[in-house]
């Protein structure tokens, strides 16, 4: 979503402001902008589209000058043109502020505005901040921002520059997050630790309510009432490298992430196996083995393919340790009032750590006392930040914005978890052993998987140009059902839709035609009669089957009109290696349709917004 950069030193900003903005590009967004200044002079260069619509235009009209701010815009007030790009400015041009999140109450603060004389050049709540902050400017920036948030509700991330302040930059945060940093050439700050690489070796996340003036030589940090603060400045986090954005030979992150899961997979495992007590072990949890035996309820909640990780950890968690769970999107959790008791612990599971309704639920959870606990991708994010304890994904970085990797780091570590409360309860020894087993060697069946991909390339061929498409499974696999339904429609605007397979009958059915191919996901279990017996109605009915299996499999073969083998695992372990077929189906269907399979129109990798 929304992605800012800033910089303020001792060389020309414009080039690092583009290469910052170039690294939040995988954030998605549909214009971009910076600000630069020069004496009591700021130069606004802004379009829409991508972000060599906007090396174009600097190009024609350079932007000189040693700070300035930079964003990537993901529309939500207006539509995405050359007037709503950030940055805005005041009506005299002195204030210019770029912004993620959304003001609340903009258009009440507008109206107020307008009747005041103002005239607005936008359709976006971000301009609300630079009229307002321009009119509590009586010479100090930082005073000024501090006055007008006081009007504004809602969610912020923001940066100001003022052109009477030249090389200062003011920044704020309040739901959405902020990163400074400094490095050799001045004082950085991003939406996106990410975009700082290579420049910083030291970090400090902004708090909610923290307001910070960068200089080239200074950082001060204040609180919402402007009192000063300490900076504690952390160790830029180890995956912040220069080589973070190199998709290396693949030609897509989306394709390189799949095949990185197997790695993936390793990395998450690493070090949490614990061979003498037949269990799994993590070091974040800060919670005791007592604490977790009184736990007597799980809810999930998470968004998207994170909220589809959930379900199974669902079906994990209440098979290996029999211990109920219920799975809330957590856009919807946010404003539920579930009965909660003490032994009711929330466990948020989101790749980026910073999406907002996510977020939001975890605020709301230990508002009301409740144990919060995430599981993660992001090092430092802010929902990492935020709950009392978790486990992190390791799985690297994730920059494709259909979700790969992440899904299956995510399944994996619901597993080690599920495993690890399941021992604290009735697992037997024997039992954890033979889970640790089948672990050890999930990796070489992500790896085996990857054989399937010239198959499905013409599978893609023939699909290709449907525009709908149906996903089944059960029990494990409905989940997975659900996400290579996601994935195809995200990155190939191909209506799909997953369901658990025997739901089919109650009003699904009525979609099947030739031209809607139905993905069967029937590797061997204990449903599997049930799933061959849905096939059959679709077959009954006209509908293409592409059926994904464990081996060989003759009866799915004798009904399918094609088959997808991979390898054989224990049911629990399925999603994660079933998952794969669908991964890649998406991605060649994808490209076949000419798609951009990285940065799919109109989403974002990380949603900031409500
Ligand atoms: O960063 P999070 O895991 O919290 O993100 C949640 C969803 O926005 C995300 O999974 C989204 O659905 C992906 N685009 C799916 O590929």
């Known amino acids: ?159 100001v520059v003022c052109q009477q302040e030249p090389g200062i930059i003011v920044a704020a945060r309040l739901g959405s997050p902020l990163v400074i940093g400094s490095g050799r050439a001045g004082r950085y700050l991003a939406s996106d630790a990410h975009a700082l690489a290579g420049w910083v070796d030291k970090l400090h996340y902004l708090e909610d309510g923290q307001i910070c003036q960068l200089s080239g030589e200074d950082c001060e940090l204040f609180d919402q009432r402007l009192a000063p603060l300490t900076i504690t400045l952390q160790d830029a986090p180890g995956e912040l490298t220069d080589g973070l954005l190199d998709k290396g030979d693949y030609p897509h992150f989306m394709l390189k992430e799949i095949y990185e899961q197997p790695e993936a997979l390793t990395n998450a495992m690493r070090g949490r196996l614990h061979e003498a007590d037949a269990t799994a072990h993590f070091g974040g949890l800060n919670l005791t083995a007592a604490q977790l035996r009184q736990v007597e309820r799980i809810i999930i909640t998470g968004c998207g393919t994170s909220y589809y990780a959930g379900l ?14 219920e799975v809330e999107y957590a856009s919807e959790l946010r404003y539920r009032h579930p009965p909660l008791d003490r032994h009711t612990i929330l466990l948020a599971i989101t790749q980026s750590g910073e999406t907002a309704d996510t977020l939001a639920a975890v605020r709301e959870a230990k508002r009301r006392g409740q144990i919060t606990l995430a599981i993660c991708n992001v090092v430092g994010s802010s929902i990492a930040r935020e709950a009392d304890g978790g486990v992190y994904l390791h799985a690297g970085p994730e920059i494709g914005v259909a979700s790969t990797k992440a899904f299956t780091a995510q399944c994996l570590v619901l597993t080690l978890l599920a495993l690890y409360l399941g021992r604290l309860r009735h697992l037997s020894a024997a ?76 009003g699904p059915i009525a979609l099947v035609d030739e031209h809607t191919p139905s993905v069967f996901l029937v590797p061997r279990g204990q449903v599997f009669d049930k799933v061959l017996a849905n096939m059959q109605e679709i077959k009954a009915r006209g509908g293409p089957i592409i059926a994904v299996v464990s081996g060989h499999d003759p009866e799915v073969a004798a009904l399918a009109d094609d088959v997808i083998s991979i390898p054989h695992v224990p049911e629990y372990l399925q999603p994660i290696v079933a998952v794969v077929p669908l991964q890649l189906l998406a991605y060649e269907m994808a490209l ?3 798609c951009d399979v990285d940065r799919p129109r109109h989403l974002a990798k990380s949603v900031t917004v409500e």
């Open 312 to 325: 199974v950890g669902e079906y994990l968690i209440e098979e290996l340790a029999r211990l109920p769970v």
């Open 1 to 159: 979503m929304c992605g800012i950069i800033g910089f303020t030193g001792r060389c020309e900003a414009a080039p690092i402001l583009l290469e910052g903005l170039r690294r939040l590009e995988y954030r998605g967004y549909d214009s971009a902008g910076l600000v630069t200044g020069t004496g009591r002079q700021l130069h606004v260069r802004k379009k829409a589209g991508r972000l060599c619509e906007l090396l174009r235009l600097l190009a024609a009209q350079p932007a000189a000058g040693c700070y300035g701010i930079g964003h990537t815009r993901w529309a939500t007030h207006g539509p995405a043109n050359d007037r709503n790009a950030h940055p805005h400015t005041d009506s005299r041009g002195w204030i210019a502020v770029v912004h993620n999140g959304v003001i609340d109450n903009y258009a009440v603060l507008r109206e107020q505005l307008q009747r005041q004389g103002v005239v607005f050049r936008s359709d976006t709540d971000t301009e609300v901040l630079a009229h307002l902050i321009a009119r509590c400017y009586q010479g100090d920036l930082v005073g000024a921002v501090q006055q007008a948030l006081q009007l504004v509700r809602g969610t912020y991330g923001l940066a």
């Open 431 to 506: 039992q954890g052993q033979r889970i640790l087993q089948e672990l050890r060697a999930l990796p070489e069946a992500v790896r085996a998987a990857f054989a399937c991909h010239t198959q499905v390339k013409s599978i893609a061929e023939k699909y290709a140009h449907v525009h709908n498409a149906l996903y089944l499974g059960r029990q494990y696999l409905y989940p997975v059902a659900l996400e290579g339904a996601l994935k195809l429609k995200e990155i190939s605007y191909i209506h799909a839709e997953g369901y658990p397979a025997a739901e089919m009958k109650h």
């Open 592 to 594: 076949l349709r000419g």
